[in-house]
């Protein structure tokens, strides 16, 4: 209901913190009825607030999308935003792309934010994490946009947490970013490089990541190869 989440929206600008910051407690209860490009636009709101508050949060905003988890939605006209709510995928998406310096988050709690998702594995499981890091990657792929500050840093944490992941992440993802030529960004690249060393020697039969280095261009080869020699 457009006047409850107005009512809420008042109430918020009449109420702030003692800092002076909004207090993003008032708008969790219509957060599963907002905009999705208004909750883009106030996610780092949510991000602000404490552990609690931004979980509570999340799973408002996805409560009706249970069954679009593992989707991002596209707009049926960009000019006219109609998605309500954030599937746990676009959430995923949308916290990664977060710019945080221009809202005067610090990068500490940009990165602590996308680890206690990832930390909340009923939430936030190996299928649905795969599935924001295929749209990212895709993106990535098709040249518009940069691969966000926490991609690989994810990748690196989700292949502690869910080997159920590995296959995919060596036959696919790491291949793709490969062609996405990702060693042109440093801090991309040196992720990359931990990622694939992780994956490499996986053992008996276990995935490898050794088809996607063997990928490398020879100048990245030979630097990957320096930083971590071939295991005899």
Avoid at 51 to 66: C, K, P, Q, Y
Avoid at 85 to 91: D, I, N, V, Y
Avoid at 151 to 168: A, F, Q
């Amino acid at each position: 209901n457009e006047d409850f989440i107005q009512a809420c929206n008042k109430i918020q600008e009449s109420r702030l913190r003692s800092d002076g910051g909004k207090d993003a407690r008032f708008l969790i209860p219509v957060v599963a009825g907002m905009k999705r490009v208004d909750l883009v636009s106030r996610l780092h709101e949510f991000v602000a607030a404490d552990n609690n508050i931004f979980m509570a949060a999340l799973v408002r905003m996805s409560e009706r999308l249970n069954r679009h988890a593992l989707m991002f939605r596209n707009e049926p006209d960009p000019e006219t935003p109609s998605l309500n709510g954030m599937t746990l995928c676009e959430q995923l998406v949308f916290l990664h792309k977060l710019d945080f310096s221009s809202v005067g988050l610090p990068q500490k709690r940009y990165l602590d934010v996308i680890r206690l998702c990832l930390e909340e594995d009923e939430m936030f499981t190996d299928r649905v994490i795969m599935a924001a890091l295929d749209y990212i990657s895709n993106v990535f792929l098709g040249g518009d946009e940069r691969l966000p500050v926490a991609y690989m840093r994810t990748i690196i944490l989700t292949c502690s947490k869910h080997e159920s992941l590995h296959p995919w992440i060596c036959q696919v993802l790491l291949q793709r970013l490969v062609e996405g030529k990702i060693y042109t960004d440093r801090r991309q690249w040196e992720g990359w490089m931990r990622c694939a060393k992780m994956l490499e020697n996986t053992g008996d039969g276990g995935a490898s990541s050794i088809d996607a280095i063997n990928q490398l261009p020879e100048e990245q080869l030979r630097m990957y190869r320096t930083k971590y020699p071939q295991m005899r």
